[in-house]
């Protein structure tokens, strides 16, 4: 919601990427909350991560890969 251009998802659980959704694209403009669609639907995860579309693919980026989160 409220996104003004496409994003790629990921999807982590326990420091594996689990599903990725490529080059989701920005909800239609007056879409209600009722039609906007969901993703990720029953995928068991505990972070998820949204960067810009295209990203996960430039970076070769895939499922199964592992994600290190270190703090500043």
Known sequence: K???FPIDIIWIDR???VHIEKKVPPPR??????S???YGRGINADMVL??????TSKK???EGSTV???PK
């Open 68 to 70: 290190q989160i270190k």
């Open 60 to 62: 070769s980026i895939i």
């Open 29 to 34: 403009s007056g879409a209600s909350d009722r």
């Open 50 to 55: 949204e960067v810009p579309a295209g990203y």
């Open 36 to 38: 906007l669609p969901v």
């Open 2 to 4: 409220n996104m003004h």
């Open 15 to 17: 420091g594996v990427i």
